[in-house]
């Protein structure tokens, strides 16, 4: 079975930039669109980055998405970080029969 | 602006069927190329999709729960429908539906998400 890693936490000083991996298991992870969600307590997720690397309007630029079939990961870098940034992260791709696939999300704390 | 409200019990005995049901607002469930999806997150735990519907009425499903699993849609009430039989406490979750862009695409609106606790 296909499954995305994210790391379980990270944490960083506000105004600094963090970098959150997502590795696939199998095969290529550039094979398909990776997908960013930012969950904050008590709330539906909402999209950061969609199709590896495009940002919804309303997203500031300081997210970015990226892919790196060398490592089979995809990466969401957040910089300039702000408290309401804190928040658990999700990405989101498919498995080899289109079926969706989580990874298990990061806590960001940022303090 | 598309809404989704989920709706339906909010507590579930044991070994019973969880039923679920999605009102979309702002919008036709029919229009566009979308499908509809429910995703659920036990508390304090990471996002598990469960499956999706076309308004054709073509369905995908998680295999892990595939064998319990039953959406449907009824485009005139502009609904879609979970139904998760044999349920146990490990069923006990946030459940949210949402829009789905299919294959590739990305889940764009959300409802907010109701609780389902499995418990006699």
């Known amino acids: 079975n296909f499954m995305l890693t994210q790391p379980h936490s990270v944490s960083e000083s506000p105004g600094k930039t963090v970098t959150i991996s997502c590795t696939g298991s199998?095969?290529?992870?550039?094979?398909?669109?990776v997908q960013w969600y930012q969950q904050r307590p008590g709330s539906a997720p909402t999209t950061v980055i969609y199709?590896?690397?495009?940002?919804p309007s309303g997203v500031p630029d300081r997210f970015s998405g990226s892919i790196d079939s060398s490592s089979n990961s995809a990466s969401l870098t957040i910089s300039g970080l702000k408290t309401e940034d804190e928040a658990d992260y999700y990405c989101?791709?498919?498995?080899?029969?289109?079926?969706?696939?989580f990874g298990g999300g990061t806590k960001l704390t940022v303090l | 602006q598309v809404q989704l409200q989920e709706s339906g019990p909010g507590l579930v005995k044991p070994s019973q069927t969880l039923s679920l049901t999605c009102t979309v607002s702002?919008?036709?469930?029919?229009?566009?190329?979308?499908?509809w999806s429910w995703i659920r997150q036990p508390a304090g735990k990471g996002l598990e999709w469960i499956g999706r519907?076309?308004?054709?009425?073509?369905?995908n499903y998680n295999p892990s729960l595939k064998s319990r699993v039953t959406i449907s849609v009824d485009t005139s009430k502009n609904q879609f429908s979970l139904k998760l039989s044999s349920v146990t406490a490990a069923d006990t979750a946030v459940y949210y539906c949402?829009?789905?862009?299919?294959?590739?695409?990305?889940?764009?609106?959300w409802g907010q998400g109701t609780l389902v606790t499995v418990s006699s």
């Open positions: 702002g919008g036709s469930i029919s229009s566009g190329s979308y499908y």
């Open positions: 519907i076309y308004t054709s009425g073509s369905t």
């Open positions: 989101q791709s498919y498995d080899s029969s289109n079926y969706v696939v």
């Open positions: 199998s095969g290529s992870i550039a094979s398909n669109y």
């Open positions: 949402a829009r789905d862009g299919g294959p590739g695409g990305i889940f764009d609106y």
């Open positions: 199709e590896d690397n495009q940002r």
